[in-house]
């Protein structure tokens, strides 16, 4: 078992995080947290989990902070005239498994002080990484693995999102010396039933 939670990151923003999330939330049974939600303007990714989920309204932990603007949370938070503040992130009570989903990538601002991988390492929970499975990700992997390592986070693996790419997962796997978890390829159709079939795969892989 993974223990209580787990923090879902990213090396990029828009890659498949809250798909990700989502199938995590099913395979372990969990709650979900969204601890900063910048860009309410595109809509809340709680509200994504709770369709592709079905999770009951009370398992959805309210967001520390939300945010207008769809920037990183340190730039949305600065156009409101908020400052975050790091002592403000607690993890919800609760007695079910916690998916954690953070914003954009390890290195991005919370606030002047602060970044995403200082919360990951204040909520004391390992790390799931979200990678594209595309080009460039075998830097952008590598260099968020690294990051993470530095600052002796534990990672239970990598989701790698999107079209097949058998030689860029084989890459990331050797050179980060790391667990692939899942390769997620495009969700057809993206809905609870398919949710739930990609989540009867990775249960193993992490439980």
């Not at 890659?15 to 999330?21: F, H, M, Y």
């Not at 709680?46 to 603007?69: F, K, V």
């Amino acid at each position: 078992m993974i223990g209580s939670g787990v923090f879902v990151t990213g090396t990029d923003t828009d890659i498949g995080k809250t798909v990700a999330s989502a199938c995590l939330v099913q395979a372990l049974d969990a709650d979900y947290w969204k601890p900063v939600q910048s860009g309410l303007s595109d809509g809340r990714d709680r509200d994504t989990i709770a369709e592709l989920t079905g999770l009951a309204e009370s398992r959805i932990h309210p967001s520390t902070y939300e945010l207008q603007a769809p920037l990183s949370p340190h730039e949305a938070a600065r156009l409101e005239g908020v400052s975050l503040d790091m002592n403000q992130f607690n993890l919800p009570a609760t007695d079910n498994n916690l998916v954690v989903e953070g914003a954009g990538g390890v290195l991005v601002p919370i606030n002047d002080d602060a970044m995403m991988i200082n919360l990951i390492d204040q909520l004391g929970l390992p790390a799931v990484v979200v990678a594209r499975s595309g080009l460039g990700t075998i830097n952008h992997t590598l260099l968020t693995l690294e990051a993470l390592r530095t600052r002796d986070i534990e990672i239970l693996g990598v989701i790698v999102c999107g079209p097949a790419n058998p030689a860029n997962v084989e890459a990331i796997r050797a050179y980060g010396k790391i667990k692939i978890l899942l390769e997620l390829e495009p969700v057809s159709p993206l809905d609870s039933a398919g949710i739930n079939a990609v989540a009867k795969k990775i249960g193993n892989l992490i439980l």
